[in-house]
Nanobody
Framework: QAQLVESGGGLVQAGDSLRLSCAAS????????MGWFRQAPGKEREFVAS????????SYADSVKGRFTISRDNAKNTADLQMNSLKPEDTGVYYC???????????????????WGQGTQVTVSS
């Protein structure tokens, strides 16, 4: 079971950028699809982005397309989320997670993700 630790959150103003990082333990990191999710106060956790095992395939929620970029470094067991042009509605706790996948595709089904990290808070002020 992978252990995940998120970092990089903070308080920023609208229009600013942040880079989140997820560090994963275990030698099987490169076999997992990686995903980022977020949960705003009073709302359910929602999918943000995912990246395939090789990093060649990505998928994004419509609300972040063109502003967020997910990447991974299999040599370092990390997956990052670069967030640009942040908006107040991006506020929430951001979590990384892993999903098993037989193919090198970007998994988007939330129920397939497991081994959640503790989350990192992102607050965007207007």
């Amino acid at each position: 079971q992978a252990q995940l630790v998120e970092s990089g959150g903070g308080l920023v103003q609208a229009g600013d950028s942040l880079r989140l990082s997820c560090a994963a333990s275990g030698r099987t990191f490169k076999t997992y699809n990686m995903g980022w999710f977020r949960q705003a106060p009073g709302k359910e956790r929602e999918f943000v982005a995912s990246i395939s095992r090789s990093g060649n395939n990505t998928s994004y929620a419509d609300s972040v397309k063109g502003r967020f970029t997910i990447s991974r470094d299999n040599a370092k067991n990390t997956a990052d989320l670069q967030m640009n042009s942040l908006k107040p509605e991006d506020t929430g706790v951001y979590y990384c997670s892993v999903a098993a996948s037989l193919f090198d595709t970007a998994v988007t089904t939330p129920s397939r993700f497991h081994s959640w990290g503790q989350g990192t808070q992102v607050t965007v002020s207007s």
